[in-house]
């Protein structure tokens, strides 16, 4: 069965930086791109950022560019997101996702930034 597990959300000021970690099991993790997408109150799921299987190339929306580094670990199925920088419009639910869509997440941690 697949899992997806994030952690390492929390309650943060503005300008502060937090690593969020995704435990993955149920699948050959090394093989798969994967992907960070958010979900703000109200609204709809947002891409944030991808890396390909290797770890090699990654991607990333405008609005984190240079702020947010994706990385991951094959050897330990892990993905991370490393939120540096981070304004109150980050704040959002943040899901590891299998597909660019988020259509196979995780449960989520939430990352909220405020004074």
């Known amino acids: 069965e697949l899992q997806l597990v994030e952690s390492g959300g929390g309650l943060v000021q503005p300008g502060g930086s937090l690593r969020l970690s995704c435990a993955s099991s149920g699948f050959t993790f090394s093989s798969y791109w994967m992907y960070w997408v958010r979900q703000a109150p109200g609204k709809g799921l947002e891409w944030v950022s991808s890396?390909?299987?290797?770890?090699?190339?990654?991607y990333y929306a405008n609005s984190v560019k240079g702020r947010f580094t994706i990385s991951k670990d094959n050897a330990k199925n892990t993905l991370y997101l490393q939120l540096n920088g981070l304004k109150t419009e980050d704040t959002a639910m943040y899901y590891c996702?299998?597909?660019?869509?988020?259509?196979?997440r995780g449960q989520g941690t939430q990352v909220t930034v405020s004074s």
């Open positions: 996702a299998r597909d660019s869509r988020g259509n196979t």
């Open positions: 890396i390909d299987h290797g770890g090699t190339n990654t």
